[in-house]
């Protein structure tokens, strides 16, 4: 098991050497025994909060000594629950892309910082399908989605007490062009619709018959949160191949959502329709998610990119160059959510 957690997670020479002498260093058998015992019970908090308390005490390798003395316990874990081979190891392939994450900012330091997240990971709570992440957990926006019987078609309403700007996006109370409100009486509803397209929420009400419409879900309901891990290209076909994928793992789940840069309308100033951002785009029906800075200035800028470094920052690729002259020109970005059917 020791070389297997080296052989498929596919460290560089040098990681793997500083974690081989990072276990060396101290003991940590009774940090390791408790990472076991919560990774069987699939306790995503208490493994996170180990993972911390070793980097805390013994340094940013530490999450990666403990992972891989506990590699046998995940895969057990895996095994138990049916999942194939190849799913386990591209799932836990995210640890290797934190490593070399951390590396990059770091100066090439071995370490691990990611550790709530790689929980997830180690207790099976997300899946790797093909490109894209799976994870199944309670909605958590103040929405209701509804789907009209007769169409088929979704409509995406807000809860109440949501402030909105001018525009119809999130925004501070203390700063609120508008709040929204919800009345119900009987099967009448008025509420503030969102529009799919651009996520924003209208600024006044409209009136529902909700014996025409459906719950799909509303903030409390468990649906299917999608997550875009870095690396290859997120193409037509293998998006296509990783939402076909998730009813098989996941057969309770029609709705899946997810919040991005890459859900952002605005993405279409500084991406051709045709491209695979704008088609991975138009695939969701938007809604607006509180967020502080734009995720797509760290994500295609680095991680310590704020909006007022952008217009200084000596731009590498098109795309860089493209959202510095969309922010010129007015152009504004934000992290923006989304949902899908499934089947």
């Known amino acids: 098991m020791y070389h297997k957690f080296f052989e498929e997670l596919a460290f560089t020479d040098k990681q ?3 974690i081989q002498q990072a276990a060396k260093q101290a003991d940590k058998r009774s940090l390791t025994l408790e990472l076991e015992r919560a990774i069987k019970l699939r306790d995503v908090q208490k493994v996170g909060t180990i993972l911390l308390q070793g980097f805390q005490t013994f340094g940013p390798v530490c999450p990666l000594v403990l992972i891989q003395s506990c590699y046998e316990q995940v895969c057990n874990l895996y095994r138990d ?3 194939e081979e190849s799913v386990r190891v591209a799932t836990l392939s ?3 892309l934190w490593t070399e994450v951390y590396a990059h900012d770091h100066r090439q330091e071995t370490g691990f910082a990611q550790v709530f997240w790689i929980a997830r990971h180690l207790c099976a709570k997300i899946l790797r399908l093909g490109r894209l992440q799976f994870e199944q957990k309670s909605m958590n926006s103040p929405l209701r989605i509804y789907q009209q019987e007769r169409s088929e078609q979704c ?5 109440a007490d949501i402030a ?6 999130l925004i501070n109370p203390e700063q609120a062009a508008f709040m929204t409100t919800l009345r119900e009486e009987g099967t009448s509803l008025i509420a503030h619709a969102v529009d799919g397209a651009s996520g924003s929420i209208a600024r006044k009400p409209s009136l529902y018959d909700t014996s025409k419409l459906r719950l799909l879900a509303d903030s409390a309901t468990n649906v299917l949160h999608i997550h875009i891990p ?3 290209k997120l193409s037509e076909q293998s998006v296509a191949d990783s939402l076909l994928q998730a009813p098989r793992y996941f057969p309770n789940h029609s709705l899946a959502v997810c919040a991005s840069w890459l859900l952002d309308p605005a993405l279409l100033s500084v991406a051709e329709p045709s491209s695979n951002i704008g088609l991975f785009m138009q695939r969701f029906s938007k809604f607006p998610v509180p967020f502080q800075t734009p995720q797509i200035f760290e994500r295609v800028f680095g991680f310590t990119a704020t909006e007022d470094d ?3 920052w000596k ?7 493209s959202i510095q002259r969309a922010l010129s020109e007015g152009v504004v970005f934000r992290t923006m959510g989304g949902y899908l059917l499934l089947g």
Do not use: F, N, V, W
């Open 230 to 232: 870095a690396g290859e």
């Open 94 to 96: 995210d640890i290797s």
């Open 164 to 169: 909105c700007d001018s525009a119809g996006y």
């Open 16 to 18: 793997k050497l500083d």
């Open 155 to 159: 409509i995406t309403l807000a809860e």
């Open 81 to 83: 629950l049916c999942i």
């Open 315 to 321: 731009a590498t690729t098109t795309l860089q160059r």
């Open 310 to 312: 952008i217009p200084r």
